[in-house]
């Protein structure tokens, strides 16, 4: 037979592994094409990543959630996408934090290829605090699903104290440590014999004590640090940090794009073959331009200088004018050929780091998902890809109460084999955007409630957009951080009609036969795929209408499955029990089914505590003990029943709209008692 | 709040189990109505029964698969629902255990509770022959997945012989034992001190040894065992026998139903209360009866007799005669309301028996299919619900090939994970309905070849059912036991141009964009739910062939996937490697996706391995050595390529047909060289 790989250069020929060769009896021939892309070799992730390079463009479903940093960052580099960076300093208070955490959430959108967590030695960088570095690191990593590199500075700390942050850092998920010196206590600064005196020293603590795990990078400084005894000396250190095992450099800011490519011209020449990527500053105001430049001892060019001196009091005029500036820069350096992802120094603000790559396009909201729900980017949960809907409007609540479980579902959810989920205790971590005063949220759910049908009323406005009765728009609920999802929306005039009725919605999806992939509003996954869904309707509704539910739902008993509990737990459901309901899933081209949403009867009974426990936490503390209004929502908490339905026909039109009517009608019809 | 279960009486409550109980803190109200209808406590399978109770129609996805013998057996005496099962003995020859093999496939199709297979002392039967008792047992378990009794003898030896046919029947999946005391090999019998006396030896043994890992049957004597003392002493015997551990009775042959419902009286009337099956004897000849019979020891009735003296050499009248006589006993059986289930002796022939089995009602094809492929009922096998797609028509020797596996693929397929496959040595006994006899092969597949166009030919009217050039219709092909599927006939019109051309077929499937799950032709699984597939074909053909598909097959890259592999494992691809695609899957209320059919690259070699064997050991070798027929075989196996291609956009119409027109139109193009 004639040899087709030298006939079609163009095709992909995959040769089984060594491993497969044991088991058929083959004879192989060499052959100059192969599948895989990649170069380096390394970690068995590297397999995962050539897996899906053939095939799938952006968003992928697993290549970006098996590769590390470096590797991303080498695909980027070789598939010739350019890519963008953000730095973060940890907040000072819990309520930064909260406002910090929601930040990560707008611009993660934009599709950074990573953001960094300063380290604030001052601040007990290490410890559980919500405001630490590593706790920052860890929600941007674990709840916010960013690829996330945790400062860490070495001087003046001991090997043991710099293991200990290192092992939790491990622990906590996070994959990537940039290593600074640090600064040091005192004025004048002395080597410590075996101490750790230089960032050198900790790349080499980090490898030596961990291995390949962590993906290090190291700081440079285009114009030589300032202690240095020279550019050329600094140019050495650095080249230290890399042999010693540094995979990659960011560099400190610089006003001018001749200052950074003549460095890493200059690095190049001694050597220095790994990326290094510039570090942007967007000049935002007049005095933190003058206390960076203070802190990095850095020289601000005169033809700066010479702009920004007349316009100091004028912000905007300022922060414009830091904008044009940056992005002509960027452009320089992206137009050189040469550098291929940007580092931005964010100062923990929004507006002009995000102008500046919506200008240079490097900003990609992609509103394409990889899954329906959103993932952490803890190792442990790569191959999570089953949820059950119940938090779909609180992801973070879900990862925190799952957080110790070894395994996570991949494929299948499974029944009872599932592990315990953790309670939730820090209700105000996990609820709103912003952790709204009291006084906000007040105005939106009602200073004053008269009976169960203010409540009804509140869940009305959230659904319909309108203002209140008192002018406030309800933007948010208990159960909901933010306004109405756009696939909600679809469903927006059934909602308000039954929510002004009492059948008080939490959660809800319509049901999808197979809309493409990439369809803007329900698609999700790789694209050229098809999605599918069940309907799904999920409230608080009193006891009296939960009867009459009861009696309609025997008319429609082979097609809707029902979970119905108070919270006294006592559960009334015609699903098989433990057997959990796929109520989303999606085909995709050369892979398995992919389902990650279901119904599942257990997980329900826990996420039945949380639901309930939301309306005293949130709303009913709002009011005094034993105010009408608290004993109001208090009574809703004690008395109501928490329902689910799933209309099994998915191909039909949703029928629960249909079973909540008829359910009215059994309540209005004289006969019922 | 008011207490529903007490409104609702009908409502199903579920608790959560105690495990869940320690998770979420919640009040537990007791309550009368449990999901559980099951008495027994027991194994852990009870609770898997119960699961699907509430909800699933027979065919049931999960219930048959992981209920022991005793409980679908008491499932069926709750639910009403009467049944029958069949009792083989092992064949001679290797010959007859290829027939044998199709007859279980065949009565199979009818829907029997159990098989049970006979212990032949003489026939080594607890051996690796193909003949043996053990073997033939472990077919129907395993092969055929047929819950499956096997009989076993225990006098005349030792406790060792014996512990050791129970391991290894255990080993093979068999779950049910038949404990017989068996014929003494002597005329004159004496109980051995210390030695298995009694079938309660037997039974006390298999409970000592194994616990409650088998279901066991012991035998009961309507008239009274012929060696014992009294009926009322044998009535005794059998209530040890129960006391000992047996689950249920089936009983030796009688001629009048009083017989058997005095007996089954009189049992209960002891304190005998496990079921007592009825065993049938549905007279077939005249010869074989008077064999039974001096076998038994029983007395023909003298009013049988009266009929059948004057017939007997009339074996259509006699066997009419004796369906007449099983059909008038069973319903007077069934009418009595104490009988359940018949057990039918066969004597390994169908006719009779499948004729009394429709006519009483109780044989039930069910076209419908748990899974659209053929099931094992070897516990270890319960999970599994996927499996490749490539033997689709050989199902046998997948189970043959993968017997050692520990764990089977439950939900996803996975990647390389998989273990690998066993070679398939024993081609003969997984390839034809019944071994076909040389000269019959040669006359469907060919005398004499004259080239690759006399095997285009052969594949071509297998495609149709028409006649070859000799007239003769080719009813089956090396790859293909049975003529084409229903669900291939689908694309029969397809198949047929392009297997003249030479594209040589070997397994298809159209695709489906969510029919019903009790469609008739495609569906599969329990009711309420929808199927679907993507269109798949595999064939063989040349090289210059597949060089002119590669070429089209760039157009399709997006949509269609294929392998592409040679005799010598040369394999082309432009799938992401060792992902699998899956082709078939299923939505049902209330459960997660199903997905039993996957395209796995990993296996395709291995499946590569069987497919271009079969050209030899099945085709090739009917010619001599040397001769042209043989070599145009042999040329074709080593030369051909075997190519499968999958279209991933199953709502769209199938492209497949289109890539084939493609690639013949490129190669009668005159630019192709």
Redesign the interface.
């Known amino acids: 037979?004639?040899?087709?790989?030298c006939?079609?250069p163009?095709?992909?020929?995959?040769?089984?592994?060594s491993?497969?060769l044991?088991?058929?009896?083959?004879?192989?021939?060499t052959?100059s094409a192969s599948?895989s892309s990649k170069s380096d070799g390394g970690s068995s992730s590297g397999?995962e990543s050539?897996?899906?390079s053939?095939?799938?463009s952006t968003p992928v479903l697993d290549a970006e959630r098996h590769e590390r940093l470096r590797e991303k960052m080498r695909r980027r580099q070789d598939s010739g996408d350019r890519w963008f960076s953000l730095e973060f300093f940890p907040p000072r208070t819990a309520n930064a934090a909260v406002n910090l955490i929601s930040r990560f959430d707008r611009m993660g959108a934009g599709g950074p290829l990573f953001i960094d967590v300063t380290w604030h030695p001052a601040g007990d960088p290490g410890s559980d605090k919500e405001t630490s570095s590593m706790i920052i690191a860890n929600t941007a990593v674990n709840y916010c699903g960013l690829e996330t590199i945790l400062h860490m500075t070495c001087c003046n700390q001991t090997k043991d104290d710099i293991t200990g942050h290192l092992q939790k850092a491990k622990r906590l998920g996070l994959k990537n440590i940039m290593a600074l010196r640090g600064d040091p206590a005192g004025e004048e600064w002395e080597e410590e014999v075996d101490g750790f005196n230089y960032a050198v020293d900790l790349v080499k603590h980090i490898r030596n004590e961990f291995d390949d795990y962590f993906d290090i990078c190291v700081a440079g400084y285009p114009k030589g640090h300032p202690e240095a005894e020279s550019y050329e000396a600094d140019l050495k250190h650095l080249k230290e940090k890399v042999l010693a095992g540094a995979d990659f450099i960011i560099t400190q800011l610089f006003f001018r794009s001749e200052t950074f490519l003549k460095f890493m011209k200059d690095c190049q020449a001694i050597g220095i073959t790994c990326p290094i990527i510039p570090g942007i500053f967007p000049i935002q105001g007049y005095h933190s331009l003058r206390q960076l430049v203070k802190l990095s001892k850095l020289e601000v060019p005169q033809e700066i200088k010479d702009v920004i001196e007349p316009i100091k009091d004028n912000d905007a005029a300022i922060r414009n004018y830091g904008i044009e500036l940056a992005v002509s820069m960027c452009r320089e350096l992206l137009d050189s050929g040469v550098v291929h992802g940007l580092h931005f120094y964010t100062l923990n603000r929004e507006v002009a780091t995000t102008e500046v790559l919506k200008r240079l396009g490097l900003w990609k909201e992609d509103p394409r998902r990889p899954l329906p729900w959103a993932v952490s980017a803890h190792p442990k949960r790569r191959v999570e890809d089953v949820r059950p809907i119940f938090w779909a409007s609180r992801p973070k609540s879900y990862i925190y109460r799952t957080q110790e479980w070894d395994d996570f579902p991949?494929?299948?959810?499974?029944n009872?084999s599932s592990p315990?989920?953790g309670?939730l205790k820090d209700y105000y971590l996990f609820y709103l955007k912003s952790k709204s005063p009291r006084e906000e949220l007040l105005k939106m759910w009602g200073e004053e409630l008269t009976g169960e049908e203010s409540v009804f009323e509140v869940f009305t406005c959230y659904i319909t957009g309108e203002p209140n009765k008192n002018g406030h728009k309800v933007t948010c609920m208990p159960w909901n951080d933010d306004p109405l999802a756009t696939e909600t929306n679809l469903l927006k005039e059934q909602l308000e009609k039954v929510n002004r009725r009492g059948i008080l919605t939490i959660n809800s999806q319509p049901n999808i036969?197979?809309k493409p992939s990439t369809d803007p509003i329900v698609g999700w996954g790789p694209s050229?795929g098809?999605v599918?869904q069940k309907a799904y309707l999920e409230f608080f509704t009193s006891?009296e209408i939960?009867?009459a539910l009861?009696?309609v739902l025997?008319k429609y008993e082979?097609?809707v499955?029902y979970h119905?509990v108070?919270?006294?737990?006592?559960?009334?459901?015609?699903?098989?029990?433990?057997?959990?309901?796929?109520v989303t899933?999606g085909?995709?081209?050369?892979?398995?089914?992919i389902?990650p949403t279901?119904v599942d009867?257990?997980s329900f009974?826990?996420w039945?505590?949380e639901a309930f426990a939301l309306w005293i936490e949130q709303w009913a503390k709002l009011y005094e003990e034993e105010s009408p209004s608290r004993m109001i929502i208090q009574y809703i908490h004690?008395?109501y029943y928490l329902v689910n339905l799933?209309d099994?026909?998915?191909?039909l039109e949703n029928c629960l709209w249909q079973v909540v009517d008829d359910t009215f009608e059994l309540l209005n019809s004289p006969a019922q008692q």
């Open positions: 037979g004639r040899d087709l790989s006939l079609i163009t095709v992909l020929l995959v040769f089984p592994s491993r497969e044991t088991m058929v009896n083959e004879t192989q021939h052959c599948s397999s050539s897996k899906d053939s095939r799938c991949n494929g299948r959810w499974g009872s315990a989920f309670e036969n197979g050229g098809y599918f006891s939960v009867t009861l009696k025997k082979s097609r499955n119905i108070n919270v006294k737990g006592q559960n009334i459901t015609n699903a098989p029990d433990l057997q959990p309901n796929a899933w085909i995709f081209p050369g892979r398995e089914i389902q279901v009867p257990v009974l826990s039945k505590d004690d008395n799933v099994n026909d998915f191909p």
